[in-house]
């Protein structure tokens, strides 16, 4: 009954700046943590940076100071501003959500990913 939807993702260089946004709805009460991981082809599923309820953020080594993520409580909505991108940066990135039912009980949520290529 809740759906992430992911857009913003496509081809940039080296150096250039994206922005990511993910709107999730359904039967949602309210929404805990929501975040954005990335996975690239032969390794593991990493955090990029995560924002609480509260405002509270935190990010991958990898990301630290290039990155930013923000939401809109009213609008449940996350995004990421991606800047002075690298090539390492190329990945499929999914949105995640922490969301709380209306029965209270929390669930966490995965939209369907977003590619993300910086060529150099």
């Known amino acids: 009954q809740v759906q992430l939807v992911e857009s913003g993702g496509g081809l940039v260089q080296a150096g250039g700046s994206l922005r990511l946004s993910c709107v999730a709805s359904g039967s949602i009460f309210s929404i805990n943590d929501m975040g954005w991981y990335r996975q690239a082809p032969g390794k593991q599923r990493e955090l990029v940076a995560v924002?609480?309820?509260?405002?509270?953020?935190n990010y991958g080594d990898s990301v630290k100071g290039r990155f930013i993520i923000s939401r809109d409580n009213a609008k449940k909505t996350v995004a990421l501003q991606m800047n002075s991108l690298k090539p390492e940066d190329t990945a499929v990135y999914y949105c995640n959500a922490q969301v709380r039912g209306w029965n209270l009980r929390t669930s966490a949520y995965w939209g369907q990913g977003t590619q993300v290529t910086v060529s150099s």
């Open positions: 924002v609480t309820s509260g405002g509270s953020t």
